[in-house]
């Protein structure tokens, strides 16, 4: 009963920077908790980071600490995901969720975008 769309994807230098956008529709944005995961082929979905439904924290993984942010504005129900100092490793298709819950792991999340891709050249 949530749907969320995700944007902003491109192509990037190494060093640069990039901000990808989620829209939600549904159910009460700000009711949600909002996290944000990344995928390549082959390996495991990783937690990038997470935001209260209110804004007000904001946790992340170690290795995007101090150079991704999280925001949102729940007057337009969306969330942002401003990563900088982009490395080529984190080429990935990069995906929204909502929950209940703020975790670290697939399973907290209940409804998932379709994904953004992002690629950094190296």
């Known amino acids: 009963q949530v749907q969320l769309v995700e944007s902003g994807g491109g192509l990037v230098q190494a060093g640069g920077s990039l901000r990808v956008s989620c829209v939600a529709s549904g159910r009460t944005f700000s009711n949600y908790h909002m996290g944000w995961f990344r995928q390549a082929p082959g390996k495991e979905r990783e937690f990038v980071g997470a935001?209260?439904?209110?804004?007000?924290?904001?946790l992340y993984g170690d290795s995007v600490r101090g150079r991704f942010a999280i925001s949102r504005d729940n007057t337009k129900n969306t969330v942002a995901l401003q990563m900088n100092s982009l490395k080529p490793e984190e080429t990935d298709v990069y995906y929204c969720?909502?929950?209940?819950?703020?975790?670290?792991?697939?399973?907290?999340?209940?409804?998932w975008g379709q994904g953004t891709k992002v690629t950094v050249s190296s």
């Open positions: 935001i209260t439904w209110n804004g007000r924290s904001t």
């Open positions: 969720a909502a929950g209940s819950i703020v975790a670290t792991t697939e399973g907290g999340y209940n409804y």
